[in-house]
């Protein structure tokens, strides 16, 4: 397995236009998560899903924000409209249900708001 | 409210020293905990857990109930050691929820 693959790699977009980020999970896993990493707060937990289906997103800071799992291997994360105070690396990662289980993190999507 | 505190952003030790990266959490319940490491060009990995109570590549991390803590040590640093090290917590309400704390970047000096 490839593990989990998320794209773009890297954007750079102007404020005020859409961002959407991809997600594809290890195949299996039944959980997902999108995670934001940046200096001053490290790694927050924006919102997560069990079998597809959002199970908390109390850590999306507000509505710009929206994320989608249509199916068990894919999820996206959208910002619209975007800020600079965006700029930040996007992790998706999945895991499987059960305790004390591996979260297996993609490589991020490193975002730029100019 | 749950909650991971790493408080040191930058620990640098030399070649050879013992190191501690610090970790505290805030949870009513029964916590899971384990630690992540992030080296230059990898991904967020898992570095150990502490219901399995193992070492890892020389680490230890033990959990204490009663302050809260699961430090993560090592008796002698390896410069290969440096990375960024996350505290996480999980198993939140029963459920899978997995918050980690800011992070402490470990520099070890030759």
């Known amino acids: 397995d490839a593990g989990v693959i998320q794209s773009p790699r890297h954007e750079v977009t102007e404020m005020g236009q859409e961002v959407t980020l991809r997600c594809k999970p290890i195949?299996?896993?039944?959980?997902l998560f999108w995670y934001r990493q940046t200096m001053m707060r490290g790694l927050e937990l924006l919102i997560y899903?069990?079998?597809?289906?959002?199970?908390?997103d109390s850590g999306m800071p507000e509505d710009r924000f929206s994320a989608k799992m249509p199916n068990a291997s894919f999820s996206t994360l959208k910002i619209q409209p975007s800020e600079p105070r965006d700029s930040a690396v996007y992790f998706c990662?999945?895991?499987?249900?059960?305790?004390?289980?591996?979260?297996?993190f993609g490589e991020g999507s490193w975002l730029t708001v100019v | 409210a749950q909650r991971v505190t790493q408080p040191e952003k930058l620990l640098s030790v030399f070649k050879g020293a013992p190191v501690e990266l610090k970790c505290n959490y805030s949870?009513?319940?029964?916590?899971?905990l384990f630690w992540y490491v992030q080296y230059s060009r990898q991904r967020l990995q898992l570095l150990l857990r502490?219901?399995s109570r193992e070492s890892i590549k020389g680490f230890t991390a033990d959990l204490n109930k009663g302050e809260t803590s699961f430090h993560l040590k090592k008796p002698f640093a390896q410069e290969e050691d440096s990375a960024m090290y996350y505290c996480?917590?999980?198993?939140?309400?029963?459920?899978?929820?997995?918050?980690f704390g800011a992070g402490t970047r470990l520099f070890v000096k030759a």
């Open positions: 990662a999945s895991s499987w249900t059960g305790p004390g289980n591996t979260i297996y």
């Open positions: 195949s299996g896993h039944d959980y």
């Open positions: 899903f069990n079998n597809n289906v959002p199970i908390d």
């Open positions: 949870y009513s319940g029964s916590p899971e």
């Open positions: 502490h219901i």
């Open positions: 996480a917590l999980s198993g939140i309400s029963g459920g899978f929820k997995t918050i």
